[in-house]
């Protein structure tokens, strides 16, 4: 089956270094990509909307400038933290969408980001 | 806006005790409705799910029914597994888009 890889799955920085998440759909193009925060004991909320080869779409709340999201190919999505700091601490889950509208959602493993 | 709400955990069971998730939503129109599972250490994955109203959406033992009337969808198990430990996110989908909303996510504790 379709299968999501999101590298690195953990990750420790330090307070004002910048972190990248890569999002890497397998064995399928996905036109779409979307990236979730999930905090302890909290539902997975949704951060952004990439789409390949434009601006990511960003939810309310989110800062575009601190959560850099990069869409360059079918198959790439990275979320890079810029400048972190210890409240960004948490888990990060990417996932993909074949290229059908509305077709099923891939997920991957998740990072777990911890700046110190 | 659209939203989920589901019993928070964490819940501890018995293998072959009877497990039932309750989930209800807030939408506009008719979404499709989602139950995903997250095993330790790994992603979410799709456990099952249901497009309209009525349909029943079952896997490996699990059934959820798609209630509009009382805008539900509770996840069932009859004999739960020490397999089934994991966390239990219901969520919803409106049609032509590809936003998952979820709800908070519950943690199923099996033991033997």
């Known amino acids: 089956g379709a299968v999501v890889s999101q590298h690195p799955s953990w990750v420790i920085c330090k307070s004002g270094t910048s972190v990248k998440i890569e999002c890497r759909s397998l064995d399928f193009q996905a036109t779409t990509m979307f990236w979730y925060r999930q905090f302890p004991k909290q539902s997975l909320m949704l951060m952004a909307t990439?789409?390949?080869?434009?601006?990511?779409?960003?939810e309310q709340g989110v800062e575009k400038d601190k959560f850099l999201i990069n869409h360059a190919s079918l198959t790439l999505s990275t979320l890079t933290v810029t400048s972190a700091h210890p409240e960004d601490s948490s888990f990060y889950i990417c996932?993909?969408?074949?290229?059908?509208?509305?077709?099923?959602?891939?997920f991957g493993n998740g990072t777990r980001l911890t700046v110190t | 806006g659209d939203s989920v709400t589901q019993m928070e955990g964490p819940v501890t069971l018995s293998e072959e005790a009877f497990l039932t998730i309750n989930c209800t939503y807030t939408?506009?129109?008719?979404?499709?409705l989602f139950w995903y599972v997250q095993y330790p250490g790994e992603g979410l994955q799709l456990l099952l799910k249901a497009t309209k109203a009525d349909d029943k959406g079952s896997n490996k033992g699990f059934e959820a029914t798609y209630r509009k009337e009382t805008t539900s969808f509770h996840l069932e198990k009859g004999s739960v597994q020490v397999s089934d430990s994991a966390v239990y996110f219901c969520?919803?989908?409106?049609?032509?888009?590809?936003?998952?909303?979820f709800g908070k996510g519950m943690k199923l504790t099996v033991n033997p």
């Open positions: 939408a506009t129109g008719y979404p499709s």
């Open positions: 996932s993909a969408s074949l290229r059908v509208a509305g077709g099923p959602l891939h």
């Open positions: 969520a919803l989908r409106q049609g032509g888009s590809e936003k998952l909303v």
């Open positions: 990439s789409n390949e080869g434009s601006k990511a779409t960003y």
